[in-house]
T-cell receptor, first 114, second 112 residues
């Protein structure tokens, strides 16, 4: 069964900590994405990557960075966590023809910053 | 730019009721359209899709028809079950964009 695996389901971090959220896919997908999901706001794109070492900003990149050193792994980094980054984070991947096949999502990481 | 507008929830139905969740879109070119479902505590799963006008996507009793003339992709199911309780997202992909544009999601609760 093909998968997108997010390393943690739940995380609690302190304000100011550097936080790493990891995502691994086993489908040889070129594209990978990070979204955050908040009640009433739907899914908002943070960053995406369409190749190793490539990245593009999404709609809300402020306060985040990403790393893609290998095709199967896409990491989201919160350089200095703040309480307004408390959210559900969803990773997804797709082939370049995402318009035809859609995305495969991970199960999500619920991050709480205290 | 691209946008997706979904009917606001929450929607509460009794088991075996008919379901419609409205979705309309604005896009450049000829988008592909998707419905995703998110069960409690989980990520999103692709429910169905349609890649050209008049296509009907279907899965697990759910259906949606790509209507170019009305720019719509409404989700329907003839008889919902308690296990269909979830959040449903409409989404599109258009042109050379690699990313999907999502609607805000509709919470469905089905009561026994």
């Amino acid at each position: 069964d093909v998968k997108v695996t997010q390393s943690s389901r739940y995380l609690v971090k302190r304000t100011g900590e550097k936080v790493f959220l990891e995502c691994v896919q086993d489908m040889d997908h070129e594209n990978m994405f990070w979204y955050r999901q908040d009640p009433g706001l739907g899914l908002r794109l943070i960053y995406f990557s369409y190749d190793v070492k490539m990245k593009e900003k999404g709609d809300i990149p402020e306060g985040y960075s990403v790393s893609r050193e290998k095709k199967e792994r896409f990491s989201l980094i919160l350089e200095s966590a703040s309480t307004n980054q408390t959210s559900m984070y969803l990773c997804a991947s797709s082939f370049p023809q995402g318009r035809n096949y859609g995305y495969t999502f991970g199960s999500g990481t619920r991050l709480t910053v205290v | 730019g691209n946008s997706v507008t979904q009917m606001e929830g929450p929607v509460t139905l009794s088991e075996e009721a008919f379901l419609t969740i409205n979705c309309t879109y604005t896009a450049t070119g000829y988008p592909s359209l998707f419905w995703y479902v998110q069960y409690p505590g989980e990520g999103l799963q692709l429910l169905l899709k349609a890649t050209k006008a008049d296509d009907k996507g279907s899965n697990k009793g759910f259906e949606a028809t790509y209507r170019k003339e009305t720019t719509s992709f409404h989700l329907e199911k003839g008889s919902v079950q308690v296990s269909d309780s979830a959040v449903y997202f409409c989404a599109l992909s258009s042109g050379s964009a690699r990313q999907l544009t999502f609607g805000s999601g509709t919470q469905l609760t089905v009561l026994p």
